[in-house]
């Protein structure tokens, strides 16, 4: 009973193949990696915070033809098993009740592994992952699945990591965001380093049925001129000095349905626009902050504490600004670049 909460959340995490994984998933590690996936498997990947919520949305909605009932169905978590999940053992040392300090017999409610509810889901199935290439249980590139990518610029996913971890109970507590930004460029968090994260997924898109998407892009397309107010001076972001009006109808940069139509595409599915025009609403930030399937209202504040931070926090590209120091910022970039080099990719930092 000695232990503090504080020490119970620093115990959380242990290594696999030098990766850092949440204790649950390392204790269950071979029935994870003896999963058996199916050749119609859809794997939606990302690295923590990527704005993996938003794509399980969109994916749903094209799966259910834009049926905003059927999503409602259950929690988005409930709806694609994520595959390496599993609750702590309840006796373990570190599940010590956050209310009173001292109990470690507090129990949580009763839930399914991810590979067990996904054992029991019927096809075809969409499920998800945080894990990098190199630890996916083999059957997924065995069975030649489908892989739904999303990767988001590294600033934003920092600053959006800190900011859970703070209000996940599960999660070690970050410190301050200085110590943070070590944490995190040392790759010292759940889930591993973000760059060999990204580089891992991306090195391989081209063997694989992978489909690989920027959170940005999907920000960026997310946001039509039609839905801006006709009055007023619009300061549209993205938008080119030239474009920027007062009260007129603009086109629009992009057609705000393509990264979406994209992903349909890839399902296989084939909607019309008046569906992906609702789909493209239905799955705002501001829609999908609002909605208790979406924005993790049911889960206990002893989990996710959301009068820390909000799960729906900002949604926003460029937030890192508000958070990176100048002298941060450029010790960010110098390791970036080395961390990053010879690889191809590229992100978009500010909308
Ligand atoms: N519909 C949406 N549009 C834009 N961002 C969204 C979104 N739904 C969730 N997000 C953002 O995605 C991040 C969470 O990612 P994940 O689902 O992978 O945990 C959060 O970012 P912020 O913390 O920057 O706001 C959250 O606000
Ligand atoms: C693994 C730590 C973790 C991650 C996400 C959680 O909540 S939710 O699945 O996003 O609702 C809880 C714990």
């Known amino acids: 009973m000695a232990l503090t909460t504080e020490l119970g959340r620093q115990l959380q995490l242990r290594e696999v193949e030098g990766l850092l994984l949440q204790a649950a998933?390392?204790?269950?590690?071979?029935?994870?990696?003896?999963?058996?996936?199916?050749p119609d498997d859809l794997l939606i990947c990302t690295y923590p915070k990527s704005g993996t919520t938003w794509i399980q949305e969109i994916v749903d909605m094209i799966e259910q033809n834009g049926d905003v009932e059927k999503c409602q169905r259950a929690i988005i978590q409930h709806?694609?098993?994520?595959?390496?999940?599993?609750?702590?053992s309840q006796t373990s040392a570190w599940n010590?009740?956050?209310?009173?300090?001292?109990?470690?017999?507090?129990?949580?409610?009763?839930?399914?592994?991810?590979v067990e509810k996904a054992n029991i889901m019927?096809?075809?199935?969409?499920l998800r992952t945080h894990l990098p290439t190199q630890l996916l249980p083999p059957s997924f590139w065995e069975n030649n699945c489908k892989f739904l990518y999303v990767a988001r610029n590294a600033k934003d996913c920092m600053v959006s990591y800190y900011h859970f971890q703070r209000m996940n109970q599960m999660l070690p507590d970050p410190g301050t965001w200085e110590e943070y930004f070590e944490t995190f460029i040392n790759g010292k968090v759940a889930w591993g380093s973000w760059y060999d994260h990204v580089k891992g997924w991306w090195e391989i898109k081209d063997r694989y049925q992978i489909l690989f998407l920027f959170y940005e892009d999907i920000k960026r397309v997310s946001k039509s001129?039609?839905?801006?107010?006709?009055?007023?001076?619009?300061f549209w972001e993205g938008y080119p000095e030239e474009f920027k009006c007062s009260n007129v109808m603009l086109p629009s940069p992009q057609d705000p349905k393509h990264e979406i139509q994209k992903v349909m595409q890839f399902m296989g599915k084939n909607l019309g626009e008046t569906v992906l025009h609702k789909i493209v609403q239905e799955t705002s930030f501001e829609k999908m902050k609002e909605n208790p399937m979406t924005n993790r209202s049911t889960v206990p504040k002893s989990i996710l504490d959301q009068s820390i931070s909000p799960f729906m926090r900002k949604g926003t590209v460029g937030d890192w600004k508000n958070h990176f120091t100048v002298a941060q910022n450029e010790r960010f970039d110098e390791i970036y670049r080395q961390k990053m080099e010879g690889t191809s990719i590229n992100f978009c930092m500010e909308l």
């Open 25 to 38: 998933t390392v204790d269950n590690w071979s029935e994870i990696q003896n999963f058996e996936a199916k």
């Open 79 to 88: 709806r694609h098993p994520f595959i390496e999940w599993a609750r702590p």
């Open 96 to 114: 010590i009740c956050s209310p009173c300090n001292t109990c470690i017999t507090r129990t949580f409610p009763p839930d399914f592994k991810g």
């Open 122 to 126: 019927p096809s075809p199935r969409i």
């Open 225 to 234: 001129p039609s839905e801006e107010p006709l009055s007023g001076l619009c």
